[in-house]
Antibody, heavy 123, light 112 residues
């Protein structure tokens, strides 16, 4: 069965960095686009970034452009999010999701999401 | 960015009664391929989001048929024909036509 497991969250000081990972299993990872989405405490969902299956296409929300970098290693069935220059407003649960062509042209978050990893930015 | 506006934001419902959630987009969600990429997600308390509906009205596998989606252009609706206790949670619409992908604010469905 499809599984997505995020890791790497934790407490970090403002201005610091963190690297999130998402381990995928149960499907051919290299066939699918992938996305990162976050949810601030008690708030709604915010799409952050996507990466195409072969890394040709990448896109970011303005709120993280220039600070966050999405990447993937198809040999390791893993998705990553490198987060630099972190701010208090980046505090959130971060989800990885498998993109589906049925959700959006090219692709968009679909059926399968991880359980999330909490990132807290505080001094 | 395309703004997705949901209403109501809170929806108390008696079990067995219907519920309806509106989602309006600031731009048309019809893409040049003819598809309208409007999705609905359910997030139960303490859980990750789960997609219920894609392309306006297509139910995902395992989604009860009491859930239905409708609409076109900029105006969409999620209906639950008879609310059950397990339907408690927050429902989000999300557009997949424009970049960046954007979500509605969420509608919290609770049992009266």
């Amino acid at each position: 069965q499809v599984q997505l497991v995020e890791s790497g969250g934790g407490l970090v000081k403002p201005g610091g960095s963190l690297r999130l990972s998402c381990a995928a299993s149960g499907f051919t990872f290299s066939d699918f686009y992938m996305s990162w989405i976050r949810q601030a405490p008690g708030k709604g969902l915010e799409w952050l970034s996507y990466i195409s299956s072969s890394t040709t296409y990448i896109n970011y929300a303005d709120s993280v452009k220039g600070r966050f970098t999405i990447s993937r290693d198809n040999a390791k069935n893993s998705l990553y999010l490198q987060m630099n220059s972190l701010r208090a407003e980046d505090t959130a649960v971060y989800y990885c999701a498998r993109d589906e062509p049925s959700s959006g042209y090219f692709a968009a978050p679909g059926v399968y999401w991880g359980q999330g990893t909490l990132v807290t930015v505080s001094s | 960015d395309v703004v997705m506006t949901q209403s109501p934001l809170s929806l108390p419902v008696t079990p067995g009664q219907p519920a309806s959630i509106s989602c309006r987009s600031s731009q048309s969600l019809v893409y040049s391929d003819g598809n309208t990429y409007l999705n609905w997600f359910q997030q139960r308390p303490g859980q990750s989001p789960r997609r219920l509906i894609y392309k306006v009205s297509n139910r995902d596998s395992g989604v009860p048929d009491r859930f239905s989606g409708s609409g076109s252009g900029t105006d969409f609706t999620l209906k639950i024909s008879r609310v059950e206790a397990e339907d408690v949670g927050v429902y989000y619409c999300m557009q997949g036509t424009h970049w960046p992908r954007t979500f509605g604010q969420g509608t919290k469905v609770e049992i009266k």
